[in-house]
Nanobody
């Protein structure tokens, strides 16, 4: 399984970014895709999750209402649209794949990880 995250960058507070995670190497129809982030000196934090089957979603408290996770089945790609960005959103963002079950918020529940993409929000 390969997960290729992209789309990070530098943005001013209040701005927006869209991250992409291109997945390959297996059939993802039963999987859960998650976005996590990790800021320097902090633990990896759940951001959002999506089930390929049915498209149900769940968000971390810090981003609910500002971020949207979605998928493109034809491209095997999951997106994280981020609005109203704050300096506290600055982190390396990772996409992850959980091969079965429900959306989980703990990193250890996920089986595969992408390489991460840096998001920096300036004040």
């Amino acid at each position: 399984v390969q997960l290729q995250a992209s789309g990070g960058g530098l943005v001013q507070a209040g701005g927006s970014l869209r991250l992409s995670c291109a997945a390959s190497g297996r059939t993802f129809s039963s999987d859960v895709m998650g976005w996590f982030r990790q800021a320097p000196g902090k633990e990896r934090e759940f951001v959002a999750g999506l089930r390929w089957s049915g498209g149900s979603t769940y968000y971390g408290d810090a981003v609910r209402g500002r971020f949207t996770i979605s998928r493109d089945n034809a491209k095997n790609t999951v997106y994280l649209q981020m609005y109203s960005l704050k300096p506290g959103d600055t982190a390396v963002y990772y996409c992850a794949d959980k091969t079965s079950g429900l959306i989980a918020t703990t990193p250890r529940s996920y089986d595969y990880w992408g390489q991460g993409t840096q998001v920096t929000v300036s004040s």
